[in-house]
C-alpha cells in the first residue's frame, strides 16, 4: 500500500504538561539543547522525559489529514539516552477535538484508549533509537477533525536509568 500521509512533530510542537509531586515540587518534561562538535556547535533540540517520574507532553492541535482513508496509522518515536542502554517505556493517545474547551491535564478528558510500545535504548550513547506502533485508538478520527496527540513515558513499565531525549515524532498512514 502507498503511504497516504506522513505527518512529522518536532519537539516544539509539543507542550510539557507539568505535575507536581507529593512535596510539592514541579516537574514534566522539558526542552534540552544537546550541542554537536561542529564549530560554531549546532544547538540539536530534543524533549527530555525524565527517568525517575512519569511525563506527559501533548502535541500543539493540528488537523487530520484530508488523505486519510481509514487504513492503519502509524506512529514513530525517535529519541535517545545519555549512556543507557535499557528499555524505555511509551505510550500514545489521541484525542479529536470536540466543541468547547479541553482539559490537558486531565486525562480522561476525551483522549482515546492508551496505545504502548517499547523500545530499546541504542547500545551507543547519544544514538538515535527509533520506535513505531501501529495505533489501534484513533478516537473515530476523520478526515478534517481538530486533533490532540498525548505521549507519556511510564517508567514504572521501563528499565532506562536515563532521561528519554525525543527529537522528533511521526504519523503516517500505509506504508
Do not use: C
Not at 514534566?28 to 530534543?46: E, L, W
Not at 501501529?134 to 536509568?161: C, H, P, Q, W
Amino acid at each position: 500500500m502507498a503511504r497516504k500521509f506522513t505527518l512529522q512533530f518536532p519537539p516544539t510542537a509539543w507542550i510539557p504538561v507539568p505535575g507536581v509531586d507529593g512535596s510539592g515540587n514541579p516537574y514534566g518534561p522539558a526542552f534540552v539543547a544537546n550541542t554537536s562538535s561542529d564549530t560554531p556547535a549546532i544547538p540539536r533540540v530534543a524533549l527530555a522525559f525524565d527517568n525517575a517520574k512519569d511525563e506527559t507532553a501533548v502535541s500543539v492541535p493540528f488537523m487530520w489529514p484530508a488523505e486519510y482513508a481509514s487504513t492503519d496509522v502509524t506512529g514513530t518515536v525517535f529519541f535517545h539516552t545519555t549512556s543507557g542502554t535499557g528499555t524505555v517505556a511509551w505510550t500514545l493517545q489521541v484525542e479529536k477535538s470536540e466543541t468547547g474547551p479541553i482539559d490537558l491535564k486531565d486525562g480522561a478528558a476525551g483522549f482515546g484508549s492508551v496505545n504502548d510500545f517499547t523500545a530499546t535504548a541504542a547500545a551507543a550513547g547519544g544514538g538515535v533509537t527509533e520506535v513505531t506502533l501501529t495505533i489501534s485508538n484513533l478516537d473515530s478520527i476523520a478526515a478534517g477533525d481538530l486533533v490532540y496527540l498525548k505521549l507519556f513515558r511510564d517508567v514504572s513499565r521501563d528499565a532506562e536509568s536515563e532521561d528519554a531525549n525525543m527529537v522528533l515524532f511521526t504519523l503516517h498512514e500505509g506504508s
